[in-house]
Every structure is written in structure tokens, then in C-alpha cells.
């Protein structure tokens, strides 16, 4: 299901929403590309206007409170707002995204991190959300904050966010937009939808690692 568009600063980034696939559209960057194995082309959308990670207050999975924007402590940070109790795609993703990082050289995995964004804080506690990232790469970090932020944080990067009913009680999903966003040095340079493919994920991150 597509969501309605957020305010105008949507006429930069395109949004895809819902826990089930789709597409949307970005404006190309202007800015020139590095070539990376023979190809200058990004295969994610580049933003033209990089935007900033907000300072809000999250938990993360070992109990810290930490700022999201002080959290890019590495030169490369993929965002990602999901859920553990996801069907579908956060598991593609996630799956996708390590299995990049496995195969890539040992210089790109140190530059980049994971921050996962829970879209579920009712039911993603620390533990829950520690034990769903680690399936995937123990060096992802989860994030967890009420749904009031969340839905600040995903405004300012924006994704969709539907916040979730808890009256449902225990089976329900969240819908939520299904980009990653990387940003490099702390400002978003390139979205990756959920259709991504895993070389070109690869591709993508070992191009931002060397413009780091």
C-alpha cells in the first residue's frame, strides 16, 4: 500500500511504504561519481540535497541511550526503521545488507555500520531486537525509542511511518517505508529499496567507503 507523501521536502527523496514491495522515484544527484569495477553509475538513487541524521534520543540493544546522530560513529551509515516481528521484507533486507558486507573487503566493513530502527517499541525490547539483528550480522545495532520519536526520526529522513496500533494486541504489522539510507560522514548520499540486489549493495557501499 503507498502512503501519502510527506510535506514538500518529499520533491527531494521518493518514498516506498508498507511491509510489501513497490516503487518511487528520486531526482539523479548532480554531483560526479567514482568509478568503482569500470562503473560510475550509483545503483541505489543518489539524494540530491543530503540531509542530516536528527539529534533525537534512542535506547540502543545494550541499554545506552545514545543521540542518532551522534550513533554515525562510522564513516558509512545505513538506516534502516523496521520491525522484528516483520513477515517479509526488513528480513530480505537485513539479509541482503550482510551478505554485501560478508563479501566485501575488510577496509569497507570497518567503514560502515548498521543502525536499525525499530518501527514496534511495544514489542521490540532490547533482548527481542539484540537476538532478530544477530541472525543477520552482530555488528547491526538496533534502536529503540517511543513511537512519537520514531515517527520524528522517520519525517526527517523521509520514510513513512503508520505508527501501530496496540489494541490489536500481540499480531499485527507496522507499516513503514522500506528504504536504506546511507549516509556518509553524518549526511544522506544514496536510498537502496528493499529490490536491491546484493553485488549492487556491495557495489554501492565500497564507493562510499572510498569517497569517505
Not at 57 to 70: C, I, K, N, S, Y
Not at 82 to 90: A, F, L, Q, T, V
Not at 120 to 135: H, N
Request: hydrophobic residues 40%.
Amino acid at each position: 500500500m503507498r502512503k501519502p507523501l510527506l510535506g514538500s521536502a518529499i520533491l527531494a527523496v521518493g518514498l516506498l511504504a508498507g511491509c510489501a514491495s513497490g516503487d518511487a522515484t528520486s531526482p539523479a544527484d548532480d554531483g560526479a561519481a567514482i568509478a568503482v569495477n569500470g562503473s560510475t553509475a550509483w545503483h541505489g538513487t543518489p539524494v540530491k540535497n543530503g540531509y542530516r541524521l536528527p539529534d533525537l534520543r534512542f535506547t540502543d540493544t545494550a541499554g545506552h541511550q545514545v543521540d542518532l546522530a551522534e550513533a554515525a560513529t562510522k564513516p558509512v551509515t545505513l538506516v534502516f526503521f523496521g520491525y522484528s516481528h516483520c513477515p517479509d521484507i526488513c528480513n530480505v533486507v537485513m539479509a541482503n545488507i550482510a551478505a554485501a558486507l560478508r563479501e566485501a573487503s575488510p577496509a569497507v566493513r570497518h567503514d560502515v555500520r548498521l543502525l536499525f530502527v525499530t518501527t514496534d517499541p511495544a514489542r521490540d525490547k532490547p533482548e527481542v531486537l539484540r537476538e532478530f539483528l544477530d541472525r543477520f550480522d552482530p555488528s547491526f545495532e538496533g534502536l529503540i525509542a517511543p513511537v512519537g520519536t520514531v515517527a520524528r526520526a522517520a519525517r526527517a529522513l523521509y520514510i513513512s511511518y503508520e505508527k501501530p496500533d496496540g489494541s490489536r494486541g500481540g499480531s499485527y504489522e507496522v507499516d513503514h517505508g522500506t528504504y536504506t539510507t546511507g549516509f556518509l560522514d553524518g549526511t544522506a548520499k544514496v536510498i537502496w529499496a528493499e529490490t536491491t540486489t546484493v553485488a549492487n549493495l556491495r557495489a554501492d557501499l565500497t564507493r562510499l567507503s572510498r569517497l569517505a
